[in-house]
C-alpha cells in the first residue's frame, strides 16, 4: 500500500466521498415512505365515532400507500393521551385520528398538558366537519322551536343541560349559547352523549347538544326533540331542522370536526404525500357516502386547509374559555 495518495487519486476519492455524500442526504430528505406498518392512533374508544372514522379509513389508506394501516387505541383524557403520543412519536409511521379539542385548546384549558396542538403536530387533513343538534325531550314546553326558546328564557337556571365533560366542544357551545339565546341551564357533566341521551330521554336533563347522526334516530323515533342546528344554514346532515337563526339567534356556528394529524417533525413531502391520498380517499364517492351516515359532511383538505381551520377554531373557542372563565380541574 502506498504511503501517499497521488493528486489524481486523491482528487477522486473527495469528490467519490462527496458524491456519496450527497446521494446519503438526498434518500434521508426524500425517502421511501412508507416502509412499515402505519399505526393510527386515536384516543377514544372502539365503537366512538372517531374510532369508526379511523376504521374505515385504515384499509383504503393501506392499499393506496402499500403498507398495512393498524387502528391503535389510546383512550383518555378526551383524547389528549393519543395526542401527546402522536405528538411525541418518532418512528415517521404513527398518525393520528383527532378531534377539534385536541388539536386546537387542549393547552387553553389546561396549561399541564403535555403537548402544544399547535407546535407539536403537523396537520395532514381535515376529514369532515358537522353542526350540532340542540336537542331537547319530547315533552318539552312550547309547540314550536320559537316556541321553547321563549319558555326556556323564563325557566332561568331551573334548566340543566349534559355534556360529554367540561371543555368539549358540546360544553363550550353551550356556553356561547347562553350568551347568545339569553338561557341559563346548569351543566352537568355526562361520561358521553349516549349517556345525556339517556338522561333527557330520562327526565334527568333538559337539552344538550348533540351529533345529528346519533340525535336524529330518537328523533325521528319521537323519544327526543330537535330544536335546531348550530349550522349557518340548514345542514345536509339534518335537512328537516332548522337552525338555531332561524329562531332569532344570530351570529351563532358551531361545527365539531376529524382531520389526521402527524407529529411536527414528519418531513413535509411525506406530509403532502400523505395529504393529497387521504384526501383522495376520503372525497371517493364510496368514502363519501360511508362517512356521511357516520354523520361527517366530507371535507379532504390540504395541510393548509387544516391549518386554517386550527387557528380559526383556536381563537374561537378559546375565546369562550376566556369569556366564560371556563377551567378545567
Keep these: 500500500m502506498p504511503l501517499f495518495t497521488p493528486p489524481l487519486t486523491r482528487r477522486a476519492l473527495v ?57 391503535d387505541n389510546k383512550v383518555g383524557a378526551g ?18 385520528l383527532m378531534i377539534n379539542g385536541n388539536m386546537t385548546i387542549a393547552r387553553i ?4 398538558v403535555n403537548y402544544d396542538p399547535l407546535k ?23 309547540s314550536t322551536p320559537a316556541q321553547w326558546l321563549a319558555q326556556a328564557r323564563q325557566s332561568g337556571n331551573k334548566l340543566s343541560y349534559g355534556s360529554p365533560g367540561v371543555g368539549t366542544v358540546a360544553h363550550l357551545g353551550m356556553e356561547l349559547l347562553k350568551a347568545k339565546a339569553g338561557i341559563d341551564p346548569v351543566h352537568v357533566p355526562y361520561p358521553g352523549n349516549p349517556q345525556i341521551m339517556n338522561a333527557m330521554m330520562g327526565g334527568q336533563i333538559q337539552l344538550a347538544l348533540l351529533p ?31 337552525s338555531l337563526s332561524e329562531i332569532g339567534i344570530q351570529n351563532y356556528q358551531l361545527e365539531i370536526w376529524n382531520g389526521v394529524a402527524a407529529p411536527a417533525a414528519m418531513p413535509p413531502a411525506v406530509l403532502n404525500k400523505l395529504s393529497a ?13 360511508r362517512l356521511f351516515q357516520q354523520g361527517w359532511q366530507v371535507v379532504g383538505s390540504s395541510p393548509e386547509g387544516l391549518r386554517n381551520r386550527i387557528q380559526s377554531d383556536t381563537k374561537a373557542l378559546g375565546d369562550i ?9
Excluded at 40 to 56: E, I, N, Q
Excluded at 109 to 112: D, G, Q
Design 109 to 112: 384549558l389546561n396549561p399541564k
Design 15 to 71: 469528490l467519490a466521498t462527496g458524491l456519496a455524500c450527497t446521494v446519503g442526504l438526498a434518500h434521508a430528505a426524500d425517502p421511501v415512505w412508507p416502509s412499515q406498518t402505519i399505526k393510527l392512533v386515536v384516543g377514544f374508544p372502539a365503537g366512538s365515532s372517531p374510532d369508526l372514522t379511523a376504521r374505515a379509513l385504515a384499509e383504503p389508506l393501506g392499499k393506496a400507500l402499500g403498507q398495512t394501516v393498524v387502528v
Design 120 to 142: 407539536d403536530l403537523a396537520p395532514v387533513s381535515l376529514i369532515g366537519t358537522a353542526p350540532l343538534l340542540l336537542t331537547a325531550p319530547a315533552d318539552a314546553a312550547g
Design 277 to 289: 391520498t387521504v384526501s383522495d380517499i376520503v372525497r371517493s364517492p364510496e368514502m363519501r357516502a
Design 212 to 242: 345529528p347522526a346519533m340525535a336524529l334516530t330518537q328523533v325521528r323515533a319521537g323519544k327526543l326533540r330537535a330544536i335546531g342546528t348550530t349550522s349557518a344554514g340548514r345542514s345536509s346532515l339534518a335537512p328537516e331542522v332548522g
Design 321 to 329: 374559555i376566556v369569556g366564560q372563565k371556563i377551567q378545567v380541574n
Design 79 to 96: 383524547g389528549n393521551i393519543a395526542a401527546d403520543f402522536v405528538a411525541k412519536s418518532t418512528d415517521g409511521h404513527t398518525l393520528g
